[in-house]
């Protein structure tokens, strides 16, 4: 097989939603690219993983490229690992062309020497749920302890419309034609609906000109306790003791919720993760939050140092899933509540704070050496 780099351009029959999910703006969807050549190395992080290769253009010059694959987690969670990426061995790509970067492209179908090809959203493992489980501790109260992950969301085409991305569990019924998109539950990835006081429209507006570049996803940073519990398949850790309960979210965020306090403390230090007090309501585990630093709930959703967020957790233990339903007010910045919900499963890989390095709004041909 040839190390030249052949460019081939065709329009595709559907436009998956998966651009549209994460915003790439500079990515072409209505391209297709085929590259090859030699795999350098790969960037196993989130939000986004990149592989690394140098190709050979037509010109007989060398390209360095840098093409986007899946989080690191998720990829994790369907079994590949960074020791698939083997330095050295012939890599073909196919998938869509940077719009102005000719060194970056997004990753559909990839084959790294004589392995079988790999597909952008292809499950190499799949976990079995756990079947001993505990469904309470010897106290009484519900086990929400262990690992937790909302169901995968992979890519489906059905059979009219749009494609885009709907619960692993549900993708042969989209593709089938016998499930809607429109039907689907709700992932808890987006902005919740919300009534803007005058403050809260003025500090939306603001956000709106962040460039995604400066946004808290692109600095690695969780964007709220609300937003993060689900978006983009994480898994998160949650451990309890008789006068804890901690979420783990990683990225720097650990959330303490302190069950044997009945009220917060004055003087509470701000934090993007804020002080939760928690209490059993029967099988549900109420968490009360207050003490935030002002930012986004989700999107540009702005709330100010006044948010003050109720969770309520409930452990379903036929199905095993961990259904969260929540409001937040925010006297300066809503009208209304905010309010959603979201659920959880045992997760399919363990726990891990996964390294985090936004490379997505990097111009690679600028990075490398001119050839």
Known sequence: MSTRLVIMFAALAATSTAFAHHGFGNIDPTKTVTLEGTLTGVDFVNPHAYLYFDAVRADGKQLKMRCEMRA???????????????????????????REDASTCYVEELTIGDAPKLVRYQQLTSAPAPSNRPARRPSGEPNISGDWAQEQYLIARPPTG?????????????????????DLPNNGWGARPVTFTPAGQAAADAMKKVKPEDSTRARCEITSILFDWVFDGPVNRINQTADTITLDYGRGLKRVVYMKTATHPTGLAPS????????????????????????SIAGTIPHSDKLHVVE????????????????????????????????????????ADDKCQELTYRNYSQDVPKK
């Open 72 to 98: 690191a987690t998720v990829l994790r969670r369907s079994g590949w690992s960074p020791e698939m990426f083997v330095a050295g061995k012939h890599v073909t790509v196919n998938g869509h062309p940077h």
């Open 162 to 182: 749009r494609g885009g991305l709907v619960p692993k569990s549900m993708v042969a019924a989209v593709e089938a034609g016998t499930v809607q998109v429109a």
């Open 272 to 295: 993007r993760g804020g002080h939760s007090i928690g209490r059993w309501d029967g099988d549900t585990l109420v968490v009360d939050t207050v003490g935030f630093t002002a930012g």
């Open 312 to 351: 309520r957790f409930t452990f379903d233990p036929k199905t095993l899933a961990l259904k969260r339903d929540y409001e937040a007010e925010d006297p300066v910045n809503f009208t209304d509540k905010y309010a959603g919900s979201d659920t959880v499963l045992p997760a399919d890989a363990p726990y």
